[in-house]
């Protein structure tokens, strides 16, 4: 791995094995045409995120998900994580369920979704309702707003990810009640507000 200003950040991902793109639970993982350019190729019968590439759309995810929640937006949860669908803070409007069907018909108000389990049924259900999406862990592209590539089947990779989500909305909060930037987790975001999503 080439030196960078998120080599410590890299490392941790590729040390927990965030890099491999989720298999199916039948062992039978169809990555899309679309995806490709975001893998480094496939090992075994794994594929392999490009962590270096996914690392801007991991920060346009924390990005938005922080502005949303500073416009006190709806945001939803589609996950099988028992720390993210038990752990988020009442007073924020977000909401997280474990996928079944016909879920996100009881969600039509919701402004943003994060897909952290992605099946053909619920991509279709996505699309029909038009919402704006998050891929965490994607093997797919198709109308994705934002793809959050990495692997947080990993133990410890899913506490990072709920922390991380944990501390994005917790400085949406204040910057509800004070409006200031506040200093943060993934390198610099914009010129105007220096942002830091890193570990």
């Known amino acids: 791995m080439h030196k960078t200003k998120n080599a ?5 991902f590729v040390g927990s094995y965030g890099y491999l793109v989720p298999r ?25 995120y490009n962590l270096e590439k996914s690392i801007y759309g991991i920060r346009a995810t924390l990005e938005v998900l922080e502005t949303m929640i500073d416009n006190e937006s709806d945001i939803l949860f589609i996950n099988n994580l028992p720390i993210i669908t038990q752990g988020f803070d009442k007073n924020i409007s977000i909401t997280s369920v474990k996928w079944k069907r016909g879920v996100l018909s009881k969600f039509k108000k919701v402004d943003l979704v994060f897909l952290c389990d992605i099946t053909k049924e619920n991509l279709v259900e996505s699309h029909r309702g038009c919402l704006l999406l998050v891929g965490v862990g994607s093997s797919t592209t198709s109308r994705m707003s934002y793809l959050f590539n990495l692997n947080i089947e990993d133990t410890l990779l899913s506490y990072w990810f709920f922390n991380v989500m944990s501390v994005i909305c917790r400085r949406g909060k204040k910057k509800l009640k004070s ?16 942002c830091n999503y890193a570990i």
């Open 24 to 48: 199916s639970k039948n062992d039978n993982v169809k990555v899309s045409k679309t995806i490709q350019s975001y893998l480094l190729g496939k090992r075994d019968l794994f594929y392999l």
């Open 179 to 194: 409006n200031m930037g506040l200093p943060g987790l993934l390198g610099e975001r914009s010129p105007r507000k220096s």
């Open 8 to 12: 410590a950040l890299l490392s941790f």
